[in-house]
């Protein structure tokens, strides 16, 4: 199933102050749902991921994965949502994976030392198997 | 703007903008392209840019505690000569605000071995930038004066504090 759908317009903070709505696709299937998210992920964007992957976790799939092969930028208010993300995945025995990153965005989980914390792998197809 | 044109300041270039984060892209944008111009890789130009939106996000959300009226100055200005024919050896971009005021001592980055959501700025300024140099504004608010040379090569030439009384640690 595929779905292209616009994250919740979440209202916390000054996210709603952006006044543009990042599209997130989500691809969802027995064992796994797929977000892939589209655009910058800053201060303004980071919240509607938010909504989308805590949205995905109260599915409970075994397997949530991160698709960032459309993401050219992320600051730490992305990264803090994906520890976040991680950290809710774990407690309810959800493995979460990154994939697709472009250097640029794999630099800063390097440069905050995540990059070991995190499952990443180049793209879906690596996701789906580990 | 020729040398004996350049201002007493040193700033070639300034920008006012409100503490609201629809305007990150357009400032870390502004940044990347003009370190481009003064000679840095497209690498060290996403990484100063990033530097500059963690600074600018720690002012819109700890200085000004998510106030979207506050305001923040974004100052830039080439290292190394003034005059446009002149080669840069880097580039100094100065954030100032009207925020609370804080010891800059007490600007620290934290442990990265406790792995949890956010508190990642600081660390990402440092690493990123040669020198990081935060202050108490003489009226109010905070300034943080940032600093990255360019190699040879003209990329990362790496994270040393060449400010000594900043009261911080890297």
Redesign the interface.
Known sequence: MMARIPADVAQR???G????QMKIDVEQNEASVVLTPHG?I???SSPELRESLLSALRGNPSKLIVNLCKTP?M???G???L??AM?KAMRSQTKLVLCGME??VR??FE????DA?FTIVDDTDAAQTV | MSQSSAKPDGIHLRLEMLSQPRYLSGARELVAAVAKRLGFTEQACGQIALAIDEALCNVMCHGYGRDPNGVIWLSIEPLGGHAPDNGATGIKVVIEDEAKQIDPAKIKSRDLDDVRPGGLGVHIIHEVMDSVCFQKRETKGMRLSLEKRIDDDGADSGGCCTEGACGHER
């Open positions: 903070g000054l996210a102050m952006s006044g543009e910058e800053d201060l303004s930028y600051d730490s208010s990264v803090a949502t520890v976040e950290q250097d640029k630099s800063i440069i905050a030392r995540l914390v």
